[in-house]
């Protein structure tokens, strides 16, 4: 072992019954087998998808992230990206007159909505009017050596900016295609360099799911709140002993899923105590703390490969049926991530997980292990084990269940609702009101006593989005 600085830094459902479903025309169909290894990417840079913008129409790849609501691309030359949206060129393209600007915690961009027709070449048949935002001005999005133009934000429209008025680009093409309420998700990277020179492959199927792109069960968690795809983690697991924490832990103040992350991220308490689990089940004696907090890489001979030295981490999300609980397990292949040749003989490997101030992401290093469908119209994330998902021929990732729910909380969300939170400022803005009234303090409510989650707010969650921790 070399350590190196780093550089830069429910029950189960039956298998589904073949790939076609209604779509816009009588008798019509969606071909989901079309849609199969439509994505590109790594999960140091993101997966996308080619998409073609405008009249002629302009071929730009758009970074696949459900932890965001807007459909955005560079709209003027930027060092980082080979090529943008020239609305000037487009007939079809209607300016809103409207500016729009989204900030993250490693990046932010600027630019103004308007409207254009897209196609999806490896998507569903046809062309539709998408609201588009324009990038125009930027810093720390566009990022050296990514192959993406512009982002396309899965996520629901809560989280749209300037405000939740502004239809995304999945609900539209609900709306005017008339596909169902559904997509899903396959990105395959398990084991492969983080990025290499070379792409993975992936696939976004829109309006449904591809029986080939999964095995066995499909086992589905309910979404707890409609704007990022927020769901409920009971337990985790290393190398099978639980970890012991109170659950509501693993979901302070958030548990999401997000293909824009790179990696499993966790609230701090939860990072420190899966870190010491896995050092003290580790077969490595002495190991640098700066391999876990990502300052350092771990480097071996290249004829050697150390996920035998690491245990396998299981994460427990409650079913459909509350009282049950099914598990996703990850093997070290996925977490223990390959990135670059070290001289001729060493292969070096960063840690695949991070510590956050808000939120625990099931990011890409988890991900990658499976198939995952975000059901909208019923209100549920799925996941089934991914074929893709192997190393040397073998599985890097498991799903089992059903498991009791008997020891934990029976809710370990400990955070109101979305919709609570609305009624409870506008009860707040009442009593503040009446207050100030009587008192004769100032007429007007103050402007702090308004809801924590305004559509005007900073996008703040570190995880959302592109930050590329190749490290």
């Known amino acids: 072992l070399v350590l190196r600085a780093a550089s830069g830094a429910g029950q189960p459902e039956p298998l589904g019954g073949g790939g076609l479903a209604l779509a816009s025309e009588p008798g019509g169909a969606i071909n989901f087998v079309a849609m199969v290894d439509n ?24 970074l696949v992230d459900t932890g965001s609501s807007n459909f955005a691309v560079a709209g003027v030359p930027d060092p980082d990206v080979t090529s943008y949206f020239n609305t000037d060129l487009s007939s079809t393209y209607r300016p809103q007159g409207i500016d729009v600007t989204v900030k993250y915690s490693q990046g932010s961009w600027t630019g ?29 999005f566009f990022l050296p050596g990514v192959k993406w133009q512009g982002i396309l934000g899965l996520a629901y429209n809560t989280l749209a900016k300037p405000s939740s008025s502004v239809e995304t680009f999945f609900d539209s093409l609900v709306r005017q295609a008339k596909i169902p309420n559904i997509f ?39 979404i707890k709140e409609e704007w990022y795809y927020q769901v409920e983690i009971l337990k ?91 598990r996703i397990s990850i093997l ?24 956050s101030s808000n939120a625990l992401v099931i990011g890409a290093t988890v991900m990658e292990g499976f198939y995952v469908i975000f059901d909208r119209a019923q209100r549920r994330v799925g996941f089934a084990v991914s074929p893709c998902a192997e190393v040397d021929g073998s599985p890097v990732s498991e799903i089992e269940g059903p498991f009791t729910t008997a020891d934990v909380a ?24 009446v207050i100030l009234l009587v008192l004769i303090i100032r007429p007007l409510i103050p402007s702090r006593c308004h809801h924590p989650y305004t559509d005007n707010d900073v996008v703040n969650d570190e995880s959302s989005l592109v930050r590329h921790r190749w490290k």
């Open 410 to 433: 029976s809710n370990c969300v400990s955070s109101v609702s979305f919709q609570e939170l609305w009624i409870a400022s506008y009860a707040l803005m009442s009593l503040c009101g």
């Open 39 to 62: 994505l590109q990417g790594d999960s140091g840079r993101g997966y996308y998808l080619e998409i073609l913008i405008g009249t002629p129409p302009q071929a730009l790849n758009i």
């Open 184 to 222: 899903s998700l396959q990105m395959c990277g398990a084991g492969l360099p983080v990025s290499g020179s070379g792409t993975n492959g992936g696939s976004l199927v829109l309006g449904g799911i591809e029986p080939s792109l999964y095995k066995g069960d499909i086992w589905y968690t309910p």
């Open 112 to 140: 103004v909505l308007g409207t254009d027709v897209i196609t999806i070449p490896k998507g569903i048949d046809g062309s539709y009017t998408i609201n588009i935002a324009v990038i125009l001005e930027s810093e720390n």
């Open 236 to 326: 985790l697991e290393v190398g099978g002993q639980n970890l012991e924490l109170d659950c509501r832990e693993y979901n302070a103040d958030k548990a999401i899923v997000d293909s824009g992350t790179t990696l499993l991220r966790l609230p701090q308490k939860v990072f420190i105590a899966l870190v010491q689990a896995i050092a003290r089940t580790s077969l490595i004696q002495e190991f640098s703390s700066g391999f876990w907090t990502g300052s350092q890489l771990a480097c071996w001979d290249n004829n050697e490969r150390p996920w035998s030295l690491f245990p396998k981490l299981s994460i427990y999300l409650r079913d459909e049926n509350s009282s049950r609980s099914f």
């Open 332 to 355: 070290p292949q996925l977490y223990i991530q390959p990135i670059l040749g070290i001289g001729e003989n060493l292969q070096c490997y960063r840690f695949g997980i991070s510590s």
